[in-house]
C-alpha cells in the first residue's frame, strides 16, 4: 500500500506485533488534510486485518504531532488510494477501533490533531507539548472534534478552551484527562513502548470485545447499554481465549492467546 502523508510500520513484540502509524508531512508540522484523512482510515483497516498486529501507535515526524487542519488543502483530489472517508470518518473508526490505539505526543497537537489525541484509546506526551483549539482565531470552530473532545473534558472547561482558543501545556492536558501521562521528552519513546508492549500481551479477543463495547456503551442510555453489554459478555465467556485465561489462572501459569 502506497502512502504519501503517512508511514506504516510494524515490530514484532512478545505477543505479536505493534503498528506505528506517523503522519509524515513535517513541512507543515503534520497538519491533516483529506488525503491524511483518508490514508489514515487505510492504515487503521489494515492493522484491523492483520492478525499479527495487537496495537497501534499513532505520532508525527520532526518533532510534532499535528498542527491542526490542513486549511490550504480542501479537497482529496489527486489521493494515491481509494476513498474511504474524511476526518468525520477517521475520528469515528479510531473511536471503534478494535485494537487500542496510543498516541505519542511531541510538539504541537492543535485542532484536528487534538481530535486524534482525543480520539485514541492512550495518549501519551512529552513534557514540553503544547495543545489547544485555535479554531476560533481564524473565524472558525473546532466543530467535528468537539465530537471527541465532549466525551473527555468537562463542559464549561471544553466551552472555555474552544471559544477562547488558547493553548494549553501538557501538564494542563493531563489535568483535564486529555493526556493520560506527560513523561520527559526524552523518555517518551519508552513510555510508549512499554505501554504497547504490554497491550499486545493481553487477549487479542477480550481487547476487541472490549474496545466495541466500550464504544458503543458510550452511545446509548444505560437501560439500553446494560443489556447489551450483558450479552457481550455471554460471548466472550465462549471463546477460546476466554476458557485459556481461566485455565491459566486455575493452573497457575501464564496465557497463551489464540485470538479466537
Sequence with gaps: MSFRTIRYETRAVEGGAVATVTLDVPAKRNAIGPEMANELLHALAKAADDPEVRALVLTGAGGHFCAGGNIGQMSGEGEALDFKGDYADLLLAMVRSPKPIV????????????????????????DDAVLGTPEIHRGLFPMMIMAVLSRIVPRRRLLEMMLLGHKMTAAEGERLGLLNRVVEGDALDAAVDALAGELATRSPTAMSAGLRA????GDVAMEQSLPMLRDALAGLLSTEDAHEGIAAFLQKRKPVWTGR
Excluded at 466500550?214 to 456503551?217: D, E, G, K, L, S
Aim: proline share 0%; aromatic share 8%.
Design 214 to 217: 466500550w464504544a458503543m456503551q
Design 103 to 126: 498516541a505519542k505526543v511531541r510538539g504541537t497537537a492543535m485542532g484536528g490533531g487534538l481530535g486524534l489525541v482525543a480520539a485514541s484509546h492512550f495518549a501519551l506526551s512529552a
